[in-house]
Nanobody, 114 residues
Framework: QVQLVESGGGLVQPGGSLTLSCTAS????????MAWYRQAQDDERELVAT???????YYKNAVKGRFTISRDNAKNTVTLQKNSLQPADTAVYYC????????WGQGTQVTVSS
């Protein structure tokens, strides 16, 4: 049974930074393109960033230049570094594969507010 665990969220002021981490039990990330998603209250879950097996990133336009996705296959970890946070970034953040998704983890809440 695959279990995804996201961590690192919290309350931050506009312009602040957070680093989110994702680990998994029951599987390895190493052979899969991975992604971070987010879901704001009353909105659908959306793709934020992806990273290929070879560590090539892709970003949603709204976060390009502010977020950085990375992976450490040896540690089975995918990380999302978030800078210059804005209130519109407030959401629950999840990690998962790009396709053929595993069961969703609980996510980690990010709240950007003054």
């Amino acid at each position: 049974q695959v279990q995804l665990v996201e961590s690192g969220g919290g309350l931050v002021q506009p312009g602040g930074s957070l680093t989110l981490s994702c680990t998994a039990s029951g599987t390895s990330f190493s052979g899969w393109p991975m992604a971070w998603y987010r879901q704001a209250q009353d909105d659908e879950r959306e793709l934020v960033a992806t990273i290929t097996v070879g560590s090539t990133p892709y970003y949603k336009n709204a976060v390009k230049g502010r977020f950085t996705i990375s992976r450490d296959n040896a540690k089975n970890t995918v990380t999302l570094q978030k800078n210059s946070l804005q209130p519109a970034d407030t959401a629950v953040y999840y990690c998962n594969k790009v396709s053929n998704l595993w069961p969703w983890g609980q996510g980690t809440q990010v709240t950007v507010s003054s």
